[in-house]
């Protein structure tokens, strides 16, 4: 079958590799569609501990099931899936809890197990018993579907911020997980969301998605205007979807007494750590947490919240190459012009 094997940092070659073997309670997916995430151009350039190369990589993924080995129940040859990233081991104290996420082996697709930048996936047993793997609601595309993942990781970051009726919200970073968040918010019951961006390019995703206030940071103070927009109270709930200490900072500066704070993207390594006035936290009972990943559970809401139309995805898809281009696929993510992108096999 052809992949695009990850050989080494910066090397991806689009080449013929074996057709996957299933096991007995394992399946394998014709990829249909698979988008590529922030977290796959980090792999590419920087590695992560849990890529081995050489590997494939792709972990917002939608396909057809071909093969279904003899102990597999839930699904069977024909089935149209989703599948997401984060595979819970089902068996530690975490995913035990309904906290696969924080799965101590934290097995995930496009990781320690094959992604979905190829010809077929294929999902081991753990995957297929415990994983976010869900058939596709009639009436959704696979790239709509594919979109499930990142959008599953937004439904973590907010439920995790209690974000409910009437809450105001400010994401601090337009990439396309900041403008998902800004939808998600408004489905959630947000009365008034804002979002913050410093560069001029990701300004106009900002203005496409249903925010009420875009704040472009460059030129004017993110404090004093979120202070305006809330009567002086800060933001209920403050998301940072950017990868800035700075912006981490800020964020305790915004929220209101009460509030909630989630940091929803990570910092890189060896960027300086954060310095906070913990007075600030103290005086205003501020909630300070983080969030990364998701949970089957939430892969399924996301799945059927795109079904339902409450979200028109598809606006967010700005960019479709075929398997042979997933190169240009990934430097189309990095230009940082447009929202998401897909590779596709039609
Ligand atoms: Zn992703
Ligand atoms: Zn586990």
Redesign the pocket.
Known sequence: MKAAVLEELNKIVIKDIPKPVIEKGGMLVKVKACAV?G?DIRIFHYGNPRVKTPQVIG??VAGDVVEAGAEVKAFSVGDRVAIG?DVPCGSCVFCRNGMGNNCRINYAIGYQFQGGFAEYIPLNATTVKYGPVHKIPSGLSYEEAALA??LA?CINGLELSQVKLGDSVVVIGAGPIGCMLVIMAKVMGAKKVMIAQRSKKRLELARSTPADVVISTTEEDLVKRVMEETEGRGADVVMVACASPEAQEDAIRIVANRGRVNYFGGLPKGTRNISIDSNIIHYKEAYIHGSHGSIPRQHKTALDIIASGKIKIKDMISRRFPLDRTLDAFAAVENREGMKVIVENP
């Open positions: 995430c977290s972990h917002e990233a993942e990142p990781c």
